[in-house]
Every structure is written in structure tokens, then in C-alpha cells.
């Protein structure tokens, strides 16, 4: 059994920051697609950022380009992101997600996603 853990969140103010952890176990594979995504009341499930824990380059919304920065621990299967220059629009429930194996053709796609944490709240205040 997939498990998905968030820690970190909270609040903070427009300009700052807040770092977001996951850990996640029992995926089938050593290397494995790790993201966070994001979501407010009455919309979709949005894409923030995704990893894969093998290599390469990590996903970004363009709305977070040069503002959060993913990480992720490939032994451990955990991931990181470090929010900066915090926005209010960045206000939201982020989940972390877990997917054994690559990230697929469309990483940023919630649907392509089964393993998912409970969820963790950020609101930025202007």
C-alpha cells in the first residue's frame, strides 16, 4: 500500500517564504515521480511542481517558475518544495502525489496521479 505524507505549510506574507516536505512509501520502484499540486475551493486540482527522482528536470507551472523550487530525496522517496516570494494567488490546499515509475507524458496532470497525502493548507496574506 501507497502511503503520502505532507508536513510544513501554514501561513505567511506576500514576499515570504514556506518550505512544504512529503514522504512517501510502498511505491513499487527505486525511482519514482513525486509532485505537489494545489488547489482552491470550487477549481481543479492544479499542477505546481513534479519531480522525477531518476533525473532530469523538474516540472514547473508557469505561474511558480523562479519562485519555487522542488527537491527530492531519491533513497528516502521524499520531496520538497521551497515557496519564495510568496503571492496571495499562491493560497490553496497542496497536496503531495506519488506515481512508482516516470512522470509520464503530462506531469503536471492531476489525473495521471493515484497516491495522494491529505493535503496541507497555505495561505499568504498580502
Known amino acids: 500500500e501507497v502511503q503520502v505524507m505532507e508536513t510544513g505549510g501554514g501561513s505567511g506574507q506576500a514576499g515570504g517564504s514556506l518550505r512544504l516536505s512529503c514522504a512517501a512509501s510502498?511505491?513499487?520502484?527505486?525511482?519514482?515521480?513525486l509532485g505537489w499540486f494545489r488547489q482552491i475551493p470550487g477549481q481543479e486540482r492544479e499542477g505546481v511542481a513534479v519531480?522525477?527522482?531518476?533525473?532530469?528536470?523538474?516540472y514547473y507551472a508557469d505561474s511558480v517558475k523562479g519562485r519555487f523550487t522542488i527537491s527530492a530525496d531519491r533513497a528516502k522517496n521524499e520531496v520538497h518544495l521551497q515557496m519564495d516570494s510568496l503571492k496571495p494567488e499562491d493560497t490553496g490546499v497542496y497536496f503531495c502525489?506519488?506515481?512508482?515509475?516516470?512522470?509520464?507524458?503530462?506531469?503536471?496532470?492531476?489525473?495521471?496521479?493515484?497516491?495522494w497525502g491529505q493535503g496541507t493548507p497555505v495561505t499568504v496574506s498580502s
Open positions: 510502498g511505491l513499487r520502484y527505486t525511482t519514482n515521480c
Open positions: 502525489a506519488a506515481m512508482s515509475g516516470g512522470c509520464g507524458w503530462s506531469p503536471l496532470d492531476s489525473h495521471n496521479f493515484k497516491n
Open positions: 519531480i522525477y527522482t531518476g533525473g532530469g528536470d523538474p
